[in-house]
């Protein structure tokens, strides 16, 4: 199907419902260029024109790679992201929110990047040791000076963005327009109960990481754990996912995903985007194939039937 | 022990550590005025100056009746609320936090407790259905008559309270002062993991309802259903806390009460009182022994070790 | 010679450079109405316009003793005053600078004032328990009820002073015109290092209590400790101020006043009001003959040479 | 001990306890860039990450010297700060707080210390003959603009300071986030009953100056006046610092220094910084031992008699 293209939120920004990350893969488990560079490309030939950078990743290579690869498109097709807040060193300030290291940050990852101005910039956690006045105005700031052109959040508790968003409108300030969440069909309660009724509120889009539950719900691992893998890298994950319980839903769903034509991967994918709030789903792919597989999911909606017999599989819809 | 008394939060006026509130009580349970002046009158003269009251109780009943009784005391010795947002009738402006229904309210409120003016008013609910602005600018609007003094929310969400309070502050309007949530050691996550922050972060301070659990901590259920008691008589209250488990742990609980010579009833209000920011716990009380009962917890600090001994008793501590 | 008026600070309100203030005395010391209606209608015929009261002053009682005096005279001849902060009873909520104390205190000062406004109203002292958003705004609400014409401070420190009135004018609402701090020729440093300076910035009246010391300085010290006196019935007053030192320059001050043919009394009043920033010296009197001896500093205007000599003699001349 | 890192109050910067202050000392008394180098290198070896300078030391050239000494470090590791407000030539615009001279200022300090932004930009004084708006503007504007990242004041009045701040917050501008006065245990009253409380209300740090009261707590005065020592060059310093009851006073802390194995220049910098709000100790050094001995006192914290026994040998604790 074709890609389509969502506003983020009410703002004029508008990303493809796939977009690539380059997290944990790119500079780190994948450090082939070559194929870094034809995943890129097959991203953008399909019609990806959002890339989820970080300056974290791999530690700032990540955004060198894709910084390299992306000069070959146009700037204006491309919605450039990058964050800001995990430690780069051991230094005391280079590390979290203040405006320090925010504005220092930002400078680096443009270079990185090699970009006069990123598309998103996001808070990629929130930090309690800065005053809100000072994140607000800081992220804000840059948008005035033009080194990005919107800014967002990533994992906010609900009551910070909505105290960011006030903030920031009653004071003639520029709100953050995004959250990117994780979110998934094996962790949704967080993003239905607290985050979605956020978004919907104060106009923002979301774009949800980790769509697909770190692989579990490719159903990669119905059978073991491959050698490799991200859960055999990454214990965290693995014991947050990887259950005999979600083995048994991500093999029932097989027959969901089945019925519709879908591979589970696809299935997984359009089911995050059933929610109108939810801008872009973010995959990552250390394969062409992969992402192949990924892009089968742009333009699908699912029917309402599958989408209740999916609840009735996963059995964790929060209640109301 | 002495009544003491806390501030609410970080703003001006302080109130008793135990409170009356007339709840579900005054006009329903208890009709007998005698029995209510005389429950009154103890609270007074052991020290109780805030008296906990909503338009919704009794449909009214409750105000007037504390309203008649309160009449013997000096105005400036109480601290007065009352609330509004549930329906006062099938009519469908009666409701909600509209402008129109909060001001009809306050003043049909003030005519029923025959007083000018009262300290705190509450938005007893969230209302999805009025604008931030409407309700903010409302309640702010009456503390400027001098038709209440102070404002708060009752079981708003995190976000909610905070949005209310960024935009009171930017833009030169009355915040909430305080926030009224159910509170108790058989339900706490909510107070503790989203509650206490935003009161901590915003200076405002927690008056509690239900700090005995619908009476469930005070050990009378030990061993059955008491007729006419509150579980007897709500289904709901019964099923969210008449449990095997919790009647276990409220057994156990008697342990470390009488190890401090504290009834089990006292132990559950100094245990909600244990918190800083919460600055009083509400009682309610159909008979005068209960009162005193209640009033025994006044003064009390439970030491280190016992809340140690409760956590473990509980096992429901909020994970950090 | 003729009493003149001065403005508070850059304000519309004009106050007489002689005032007479209810403080201890009326209601107090003396009890007999008629001595005191003396005293005022003198002071009141001498153009004597401003009478500075307080809720605590004899417990209310001076305010009811001078509301029912004042009577007699057409109200916009007057320039009435009272004050809140100082306990007025044991409850906790029955003092200090809270919404809910200032609001229930001015009805109750109007009341016994008999009047249906006031010209000024003072913050007593400075609560550090109320957030200044509180006080600014429950003043300023004042104001604009009606109830109050202006606000003022007493003895705030310097940084309170200007964070009030910068807070006020910021948000649109009516700062502080007018500070009443202790001021006399043996009291001085504080004024004029740090309360003058912010009088002139914010172009704020100061209307000084104590001008003579607590009587220090008319003499009737020289030789001993009277009977009744205030140095006789105060030790933290007599400690202050009663010492040979002190003795020794009030009783130098003689002469400077000889020769200026003005009694000491007179010397001291004129000399407090030789800063243009001060707009009224606060005088009490016991006895009529007290009250005009005061009432004969009207319209002096030392000169130069005489307050360099009283420099000389004080020896207490802030240094630059 | 390991060097420690202080937020500046309230804000996200953070800087080590002890910091390297360029004053009178570089391109000044000493003129030896290697020596220069050397004391720099070993200071932020040993984790000083705050290095203060101002455009009036050495009349521009510390600042010059540090700009190329300070060339070798990554610039997020650096806290570097100038001031504003003392003549830079005869020229009646070139001082003060101007817009003017503050935005020219910036630029050329900027030139000098080789850096595209000041982390601090101290007001060096209040000054008095420009409005409060036109120096807050122009302060937080250069914030917008990034050329400093924080403002601050130094020796500022208490009440400028809660101005200033005030101010700054109703306006949706940055405020001051630090003050820099000088604080020592033989100059305390100032900061121990105007300053401090200001910070504490307002949130701000400080960062405080002659920590060792012009090396009088060193000890190197003990037995006279060793030449070429700051107060063999200063009478100002030496009749503030150079008394006999101070000499007999330095003399007794050594006891107490012996005692907790530290000298007496580390005793004195730890004790500066046993107050929270102190962020930082700004040390001077012309040799390497000497700010060898000052990093003793990083991690460092006195024992509660150790801090009683010293304010009785200091006899000068402010009184409540």
């Given at each position: 199907m074709e890609m389509r293209y969502r506003k983020l939120?009410?703002?004029?920004l508008k990303v493809s419902e796939i977009s690539l990350g380059a997290w944990v893969?790119?500079?780190?488990?994948?450090?082939?260029k070559d194929t870094i560079r034809e995943i890129v490309k097959l991203a953008y030939d399909h019609g990806v024109n959002f890339f989820d950078n970080a300056d974290v990743y791999a530690h700032g290579l990540a955004e060198e790679i894709m910084g390299e690869i992306l000069q070959?498109?146009?700037?204006?097709t491309l919605v450039l992201s990058s964050k800001v807040f995990?430690?780069?060193?051991?230094?005391?300030?280079?590390?979290?929110?203040?405006r320090k290291h925010v504005r220092e940050s930002i400078d680096k990852s443009l270079k990185r990047l090699r970009?006069?101005?990123?598309?998103l910039y996001f808070a990629h956690r929130y930090d309690p040791e800065v005053p809100m006045e000072e994140i607000v105005t800081t992220f804000s700031g840059l948008v005035d000076e033009g080194k990005i052109l919107y800014w967002g959040t990533s994992e906010w508790p609900a009551s910070r963005i909505a105290e960011a968003v006030t903030f920031a409108r009653a004071n003639g300030l520029h709100p953050p327009v995004v959250e990117q969440p994780q979110y998934s069909m094996l962790y949704r309660e967080r993003v239905e109960t607290r985050i979605l009724p956020e978004a919907e509120r104060f106009g923002m889009g979301l774009v949800v990481w980790s769509p697909l539950a770190m692989g579990m719900l490719?159903?990669?691992y119905d059978h073991g754990l491959p050698e490799g893998s991200r859960f055999a890298q990454y214990e965290q994950f693995r014991e947050m996912f990887l259950t005999e319980e979600n083995r048994e839903k991500v093999k029932e769903l097989k027959r969901v995903a089945d019925e519709l034509g879908l591979t589970r991967t696809q299935l997984a994918l359009a089911w995050v985007l059933r929610?109108?709030?939810?801008?872009s789903a973010i995959t990552g792919a250390s394969r062409p194939e992969q992402l192949k597989e990924s892009l089968g999911a742009a333009g699908v909606d699912l029917p309402e039937e599958a989408l209740k017999e999916i609840d009735a599989i996963l059995g964790n819809a929060p209640q109301e």
């Amino acid at each position: 199907m074709e890609m389509r293209y969502r506003k983020l939120g009410k703002w004029g920004l508008k990303v493809s419902e796939i977009s690539l990350g380059a997290w944990v893969t790119y500079g780190n488990t994948v450090k082939d260029k070559d194929t870094i560079r034809e995943i890129v490309k097959l991203a953008y030939d399909h019609g990806v024109n959002f890339f989820d950078n970080a300056d974290v990743y791999a530690h700032g290579l990540a955004e060198e790679i894709m910084g390299e690869i992306l000069q070959e498109f146009p700037r204006h097709t491309l919605v450039l992201s990058s964050k800001v807040f995990w430690p780069m060193s051991e230094d005391v300030n280079d590390r979290g929110l203040s405006r320090k290291h925010v504005r220092e940050s930002i400078d680096k990852s443009l270079k990185r990047l090699r970009v006069d101005y990123l598309d998103l910039y996001f808070a990629h956690r929130y930090d309690p040791e800065v005053p809100m006045e000072e994140i607000v105005t800081t992220f804000s700031g840059l948008v005035d000076e033009g080194k990005i052109l919107y800014w967002g959040t990533s994992e906010w508790p609900a009551s910070r963005i909505a105290e960011a968003v006030t903030f920031a409108r009653a004071n003639g300030l520029h709100p953050p327009v995004v959250e990117q969440p994780q979110y998934s069909m094996l962790y949704r309660e967080r993003v239905e109960t607290r985050i979605l009724p956020e978004a919907e509120r104060f106009g923002m889009g979301l774009v949800v990481w980790s769509p697909l539950a770190m692989g579990m719900l490719t159903g990669k691992y119905d059978h073991g754990l491959p050698e490799g893998s991200r859960f055999a890298q990454y214990e965290q994950f693995r014991e947050m996912f990887l259950t005999e319980e979600n083995r048994e839903k991500v093999k029932e769903l097989k027959r969901v995903a089945d019925e519709l034509g879908l591979t589970r991967t696809q299935l997984a994918l359009a089911w995050v985007l059933r929610q109108g709030q939810v801008s872009s789903a973010i995959t990552g792919a250390s394969r062409p194939e992969q992402l192949k597989e990924s892009l089968g999911a742009a333009g699908v909606d699912l029917p309402e039937e599958a989408l209740k017999e999916i609840d009735a599989i996963l059995g964790n819809a929060p209640q109301e």
